[in-house]
């Protein structure tokens, strides 16, 4: 991918409409799913990522997409618990259910991140490693093993989600599970922006563990937002409503570079991820993200 042009497929995780005014994420602000799905069609894009809503069937939403024009790239599944708390049982099933699901949809890969709430230690003290705990890494380690079988199981192989705020959120912390499973039981899912927030040198954990990436989360951040944040102990919020975030190609990161570390044969997902747009119109955010990565990435022909 050095020279820009790639066979990798571009979608978009629709969260610019999710961006709520306290610097979170509120699923219910979002269009209904069929009108979310034009929009994401009229605005440039020609996948999204994968995710059923709970009041539909797999085949409601799947007529949805055809309608819509849509195909699908690899969804999302949290791990709520990290691996001491007693809900391992539960986070197991359901993470079976949602690859079972996935299945139906015929995907055969998923991404898999820790969860975090608004009080979390490392929520309010975001990207810096807070409370960091060997052994807390080794217990979650353990329930991403089982959580990995499950899926498995269903035909389908989670890969690992370093994100800030949660519990395996620094490079190190990323290595340390990814070392501890083989590709064939877990793969990569790198998001430039999370883990460029965390400190992490993005291209170098691309290049190291690129065989086993299905596809990256592509979002451009202000580090110089995150430094100011860092130097002022603001939280994750905080950080987020000073202006964190933006479309691709209007932040600071130079994604064709950090991208660029990915195998020149790869043709895996590029997923769009705008948490809170910097264009304050979510159809205007999603239409510049589309054409700056169709203009930046796509071959002549395009997919």
Not at 68 to 74: F, K, Q, S, V
Not at 165 to 172: F, K, L
Not at 259 to 269: I, K, Q, R, T, V
């Amino acid at each position: 991918m050095s020279d820009g042009s790639t066979s990798a497929r571009i979608a978009l995780n629709p969260i610019q409409w999710m961006a709520s005014a306290d610097g979170w994420l509120d699923p219910s602000l979002a269009p209904a799913p069929a009108e979310r799905l034009s929009l994401i069609k009229q605005a440039g894009f020609d996948a999204v990522m994968a995710e059923v809503p709970a009041d539909l069937t797999v085949e409601r939403y799947q007529a949805l997409l055809d309608e819509a024009g849509l195909t699908l790239a690899p969804g999302y599944a949290v791990c709520r618990s990290d691996g001491r708390d007693g809900k391992e049982d539960d986070v197991v099933a359901s993470a079976a259910a949602l690859a079972r699901q996935h299945a139906q949809l015929g995907m055969t890969e998923i991404g898999l991140g820790l969860a975090m709430g608004k009080e979390a230690p490392r929520v309010l003290h975001p990207a810096q490693a807070h409370d960091a705990d060997e052994s807390r890494v080794e217990a979650v380690t353990k329930l991403i093993e089982r959580i990995c079988d499950a899926m498995l199981a269903e035909g389908v192989r989670p890969s690992l989600h370093p994100h800030v705020g949660t519990w395996i959120e620094t490079d190190e912390e990323a290595r340390a599970v990814l070392e501890a499973l083989p590709a064939s039981r877990l793969g990569f899912l790198p998001d430039t922006g999370h883990l460029a927030w965390a400190g992490a040198d993005v291209g170098a954990l691309i290049k190291d563990y690129a065989e086993r990436i299905p596809f990256v989360h592509v979002k451009d951040c202000r580090l110089s937002v995150a430094a100011e944040g860092r130097e002022k102990g603001w939280g994750y919020q905080q950080t987020v409503l000073a202006g964190l975030w933006a479309e691709p190609g209007r932040g600071e990161l130079d994604l064709t570079g950090i991208l660029g570390n990915l195998p020149s044969a790869f043709d895996g997902w590029l997923i769009v991820e705008v948490d809170r747009p910097d264009i304050t119109d979510p159809y205007e955010s999603a239409q510049s993200s589309a054409r700056w990565m169709h203009g930046t990435f796509s071959s002549p022909d395009r997919n």
